[in-house]
């Protein structure tokens, strides 16, 4: 079927704008890693700066598992709405708690909850808005928006603590919540993709009781985790990288770069090989890198690592976005999408954890292989009961549902 060039500038233009929402919302999330510095600053302890970091992704847990539901009830265009508003109220929270313990983590918590809101009525849309067929091409350039805020916004707002702009620092995430409303309440049209097929739930767990009953969804949720999993001990690899004198900075600016650039000019890679067996290669490549990373690493040897991560980076994350809407029916998708995004939670929010008491009770560089090497063994392992439920054709239960 002959697709008119109309059309194709429609998707184009569809697509760009949900790149950029995107860059936004990610961008709320990544200036915050830099949070611990301006706490320190507002004359919070460690404990309760990391209590307040932590209170973002509660809320994001929260809020990722039960949104899907909330998507055939609401529509699109109210969860955006809602995580505009919620965005920016929390932002604005932020900004304004000072030195105030309770009120800065409800506004944290509050903050957390908006982005959740935008970022899972997206990441819904973009599933039902492609077929499965354009979902790689399509979801790479997308998320290359998600990338892209490690070379843009996370430098601004370090340089701005680094000289001491603290104020400046903790009003960046209240002009980036303010556009990111812009763009995906006024300039984001969602009215194309119906939700009449998708049937509203009295549980929000409904939809995920169903998911789970489809095992190719189960798997594709676990490799989420494990690609996570992998993803986070490089963002928090800095521990590692302090016991051999370098920044993580090397590593994770080439990592990001690349990616930028891969997930803008090769996404269509994704396209025309089997993304279910792709993920497994990408994923415990990546592993092997960070691995390299910890050996005795050197400011070349990081920025040439983080180049290679780079390219799974840039292929494995829309990669395994993309996944679990390939194997999910259209009625349950917003359900698939509220897993997968809660798989990513998840990590995000163990990895530290774990690792920092491994660390406590070894050193830096043992902590961080653990969780890699955990990471490795449980994707070889993922990988093979893939490959036989794949062999056996039990991937998708009783019956296969388009």
């Given amino acids: 079927m002959s697709v008119s060039r109309g059309a194709s500038q429609q998707k184009n233009k569809k697509i760009i704008l949900l790149a950029i929402a995107f860059y936004f919302n990610f961008a709320c999330s990544n200036v915050s890693y830099l949070l611990p510095v301006y706490y320190a600053h507002a004359g919070f302890s460690a404990a309760r700066a990391g209590a307040l970091v932590?209170?973002?992704?509660?809320?994001?847990?929260?809020?990722?598992?039960?949104?899907?539901?909330?998507?055939?009830?609401?529509?699109?265009?109210?969860?955006?709405?809602?995580?505009?508003?919620?965005s920016t109220a929390g932002a604005l929270a932020i900004a304004f708690s000072g030195g105030s313990f309770i009120p800065a983590f409800a506004a944290r918590l509050l903050f957390g909850s908006g982005t959740a809101f935008t970022q899972i009525a997206l990441a819904a849309y973009q599933s039902l808005a492609f077929p499965k067929e354009e979902r790689g091409r399509a979801y790479s350039f997308i998320m290359a928006g998600g990338l892209a805020p490690m070379l843009t916004a996370v430098p601004i707002a370090d340089a701005l603590l680094a000289k001491g702009?603290?104020?400046?620092?903790?009003?960046?995430?209240?002009?980036?919540?303010?556009?990111?409303?812009?763009?995906?309440?006024?300039a984001l049209d969602t009215g194309d993709v119906s939700l009449d097929d998708v049937p509203a739930s009295a549980?929000?767990?409904a939809g995920m009781g169903e998911c789970l009953r489809i095992p190719a969804v189960v798997l594709s949720v676990l490799m989420m985790i494990i690609f996570s999993t992998v993803d986070a001990a490089s963002s928090f690899m800095s521990s590692m990288t302090a016991v051999f004198g370098l920044m993580s900075s090397y590593f994770l600016s080439s990592n990001a770069a690349v990616g930028v650039l891969v997930r803008l000019f090769l996404g269509r890679v994704l396209?025309?090989?089997?993304?279910?067996?792709?993920?497994?290669?990408?994923t415990a490549s990546m592993a092997v890198l960070l691995l390299l990373a910890s050996v005795h690493p050197s400011r070349i040897s990081l920025m040439i690592l983080g180049f290679?991560?780079?390219?799974?980076?840039?292929?494995?994350?829309?990669?395994?976005?993309?996944l679990v809407s390939d194997y999910s029916p259209r009625r349950l998708q917003p359900a698939a999408v509220s897993m997968v995004w809660f798989a990513i939670a998840v990590a995000f929010a163990v990895v530290p954890f774990v690792s920092s008491y491994i660390t406590e009770a070894t050193d830096p560089v043992f902590g961080f292989r653990a969780v890699v090497i955990f990471a490795l063994v449980c994707c070889i392992l993922t990988a093979a009961v893939w490959r036989r439920l794949e062999r056996r054709g039990m991937l998708y239960g009783r019956r296969k549902e388009s």
């Fill in 54 to 86: 932590s209170a973002f992704y509660i809320a994001s847990l929260i809020f990722r598992l039960i949104l899907g539901s909330f998507i055939p009830r609401f529509g699109f265009k109210k969860l955006l709405a809602a995580g505009g508003v919620l």
């Fill in 165 to 186: 702009h603290f104020t400046a620092y903790i009003f960046i995430p209240v002009l980036l919540s303010a556009a990111m409303s812009a763009v995906t309440i006024f």
């Fill in 203 to 205: 549980s929000p767990f």
């Fill in 308 to 322: 290679f991560f780079g390219v799974g980076m840039g292929f494995g994350f829309p990669l395994h976005i993309a």
């Fill in 271 to 282: 396209d025309r090989y089997p993304r279910s067996r792709l993920s497994a290669p990408i």
